[in-house]
């Protein structure tokens, strides 16, 4: 089975169950719903150039000047945008991980070093190596946590990241779009005002399971970077119905507190009915976890109509890896039986 660049394809093939994308698995807060369907009596108007709403919503929710704050068509065009607007001759970036960072990259010229950290045995290499690499790069792009992996990124490890790329005037991308999903967290959010070259970006895709919105935010404390990324970005590229939707997510902290204790139990035992069929399950910190198993695993499973992400197309991995989402209890006892009968079917 051919990898594909993202997951979510369920517009070419009939599926009942999507395992390939990793949004909140207790679904959208009904006043999410609520607020893009409320948004349909503006449809005749264009929407707010300067996302106010959306935009006051955040510098409350995270007590951040809504100056430092970029809104963007979900989390890809920020990406792109970042890497636009500073066309890093030299980015280090981590394998594996998250293929939007390579897309973004390759729509201008530059040189990339990939630095293999986060996969066999959880392995992060040394601090030193890292920090050494840092001085020769214009840019360094990391996910926390990371994707496909699912782990976290040592808190302490980040600061020194942070602190080398500042002083070597490095432009330091910090992926956090799962990081709500994560006990403990190791956001840099608090920290963004001590490191102007650090950009943070977040998405209400995953946490609010709005994927179909398209709306996230990047933070940093240089105004001018601010400014530079936005020149790379369309006019009114937030719509309505995405302005509404950030507002009221921005209000539902108690349903993410629920998503991190049932993400965390439904992990768990989730990855025990995985390990007991004999399949490799690599410890995550996150809504979905990395598995090596059957390379025919995707396609068997597609037979039955459930879709899990191929990880080939992810540089360090091959057509054994999947990265499956936490979902519903029911939904995961349906793909540990479907796994089940694909077993039994071999042997």
Not at 5 to 18: A, E, F, L, M, R
Not at 66 to 92: H, P, Q, T, W, Y
Not at 313 to 331: Q, W
Request: hydrophobic content about 35%.
């Amino acid at each position: 089975m051919p990898g594909s660049i993202h997951g979510g394809d369920v517009y070419s093939q009939k599926i009942n169950t999507d395992y390939s994308v990793s949004v909140n698995p207790l679904g959208t807060p009904k006043s999410v719903l609520d607020a893009i369907s409320g948004a349909i009596k503006n449809i005749n108007r264009y929407p707010d150039y300067n996302n106010t709403k959306a935009l006051d919503a955040l510098s409350e929710y995270h007590g951040i000047n809504k100056d430092n704050i970029l809104l963007g068509n979900g989390s890809s065009e920020l990406f792109m945008a970042v890497a636009r607007a500073f066309e890093s001759k030299k980015v280090l970036l981590p394998i594996p991980s998250f293929s939007g960072y390579q897309y973004a990259l390759d729509s201008y010229e530059n040189s990339i070093e990939y630095i293999d950290m986060l996969f066999e045995e959880d392995r992060i290499i040394p601090d030193e190596k890292i920090l050494a690499l840092i001085k020769d790069a214009d840019m360094f792009i990391l996910g926390n946590p990371n994707n496909p992996t699912g782990k976290l990124i040592d808190k302490d490890l980040l600061k020194k990241i942070a602190d080398e790329c500042e002083e070597k005037d490095t432009i330091f991308v910090l992926d956090e779009c799962f990081i709500d999903f994560c006990e403990g967290g190791n956001s840099l959010i608090n920290e963004f005002e001590n490191h102007k070259n650090l950009l943070i970006i977040r998405s209400f895709t995953k946490n609010y399971a709005i994927p179909g919105v398209r709306v996230g935010y990047l933070v940093c404390s240089d105004k001018e970077k601010i400014k530079k990324i936005k020149k790379q970005i369309p006019e009114w590229n937030i719509s309505s119905f995405a302005s509404e939707a950030a507002v009221a997510c921005c209000r539902e902290k108690d349903f993410l507190k629920d998503t991190l204790e049932y993400t965390k139990s439904e992990r768990e035992r989730l990855k025990k009915e995985l390990e007991n069929l004999g399949i490799k399950v690599y410890e995550s910190d996150s809504n979905f976890m990395l598995l090596k198993a059957d390379e025919k695993l995707a396609e068997g499973l597609l037979k039955k109509n459930i879709l899990i992400r191929n990880c080939s197309n992810f540089k360090g991995l091959t057509n054994e890896h999947y990265r499956i989402a936490i979902k519903s209890r029911e939904e995961d006892d349906c793909l540990i039986e479907a796994i089940k009968g694909l077993r039994a079917k071999d042997e």
